[in-house]
């Protein structure tokens, strides 16, 4: 079992840059690739990044590819997510979530593979 919560939204202003953190409550940290999705009002949850169990391996949307940077910290059990350059187009709850794997050098990516999900944490950006 896994509780995730997310801290760091609010609202920010075109170019802006904003971390985002995901606090895992778990013993078993190690053992999840973990990922940020978000969500725009009227739109479906959409993937932005991935980490690997490992920390390692990372991956990214096209949407935030170049202005973003997903970290985990196994010491603290979290998740950092950095979006610098901020667009209105960010606009939308984040979300972090957790899928456990064997594999320590895939990040995780597919709403499927995702057993746990925080609730969320509102980033507006304001043009």
């Known amino acids: 079992q896994v509780l995730l919560v997310e801290s760091g939204g609010g609202l920010v202003q075109a170019g802006d840059s904003l971390r985002l953190s995901c606090q895992a409550f778990?013993?078993?940290?190690?053992?999840?690739?973990l990922a940020w999705f978000r969500q725009a009002p009227g739109k479906e949850r959409e993937f932005v990044a991935g980490?690997?169990?490992?920390?390692?391996?990372?991956k990214y949307s096209d949407s935030v590819k170049g202005r973003a940077s997903i970290s985990r910290d196994s010491a603290k059990n979290t998740v950092d997510l950095q979006i610098f350059s901020l667009k209105p187009e960010d606009t939308a709850a984040y979300l972090c979530?957790?899928?456990?794997?064997?594999?320590?050098?895939?990040?995780?990516?597919?709403?499927?593979?995702?057993?746990?999900w925080g609730h969320g944490t509102q980033v507006t950006v304001a043009s």
């Open positions: 980490v690997s169990r490992a920390g390692a391996t990372t």
């Open positions: 778990t013993r078993t940290f190690s053992e999840y690739a």
């Open positions: 979530a957790a899928a456990p794997t064997p594999d320590y050098d895939r990040p995780a990516s597919q709403e499927g593979e995702l057993d746990y």
